[in-house]
């Protein structure tokens, strides 16, 4: 897959370089932390598809990472390391939905099975191409230029994931506020919001990339979609190194 990463964080070294070597067999791109506040940060920053954390890590615990993962992101698989005394902790965490937690000491053929069973799930999902540089993750919400994430705020991702899902056709004003502002009740003033929010995205888009072509066109009277002098679409059925060995549909 194109965006084959991992985050791992555990502040035990030797167990840490352990695992970190069997998950370099499985994942294109694995980073490591030992302590919560620098796991939120190579989170944000690197925006893995997988998350594996122990509870008990120094400055943040486990958990609060994996809820604060979750205020914003419903998609990054997340397990949990957890000693068999902890256990009763995991009761604070029935609503974080994780794909699993292993007990520690590790067992490494379980750990493989994990990963494995997680990256299954993860070579099934739609990618959209667009152009040869371009992909949009419709599982995680993610735009990525050349395998870099472009960082996009929750209405920029609502925006692409509803124009993504459906590249040719045009979306009306209405269509696209009603899904990106679903909980508030529109007003005179969400037109204006939207033009703020396509410019926002096309400039940090072309910005980021370098581009001449805007990502988001506008049809007269039609409203707005995806630029289609761009666009491929493809479906990601294998582990994927690069966006050229991804085949065009169309």
Not at 73 to 98: G, M, P, W
Not at 156 to 172: A, I, Q, V
């Amino acid at each position: 897959m194109l965006n084959n990463t991992l985050l791992y964080v555990e502040d035990d070294q030797v167990t840490r370089d352990s695992c970190t070597t069997i998950f370099k067999t499985l994942f294109r791109h694995v980073y490591t932390a030992a302590d919560g506040k620098k796991a939120l940060e190579l989170y944000y920053e690197k925006r893995p598809l997988v998350v594996v954390l122990d509870i008990v890590i120094p400055s943040i615990n486990g958990l609060e990472v994996a809820r604060r993962i979750r205020e914003s992101d419903l998609h990054t698989h997340i397990v949990i390391l957890t000693a068999f005394s902890q256990q009763e902790q995991l009761l604070k965490a029935v609503n974080l939905k994780l794909d699993a937690y292993l007990l520690k000491p590790i067992d490494k053929a379980h750990l493989i099975k994990t990963m494995q069973e997680i990256i299954s799930q993860l070579n099934t999902h739609a990618c959209v191409m667009i152009g040869k540089d371009f992909l949009w993750d419709t599982n995680t919400q993610q735009l990525f230029h050349k395998d870099e994430p472009i960082k996009l705020t929750k209405k920029e991702r609502l925006l692409l994931d509803l124009l993504g899902h459906n590249p040719k056709k045009y979306f009306s004003h209405d269509e696209i506020i009603l899904y990106v502002w679903p909980d508030e009740i529109p007003d005179e003033t969400y037109d204006k919001k939207l033009t703020q929010l396509i410019y926002r995205i096309n400039t940090k888009i072309v910005n980021f990339a370098d581009m001449e072509h805007q990502f988001i066109e506008n049809g007269y009277a039609q409203g707005y979609r995806i630029n289609q002098e761009l666009f491929t679409v493809s479906k990601v059925l294998d582990q994927l190194p690069s966006l050229s060995s991804i085949t065009s549909t169309f």
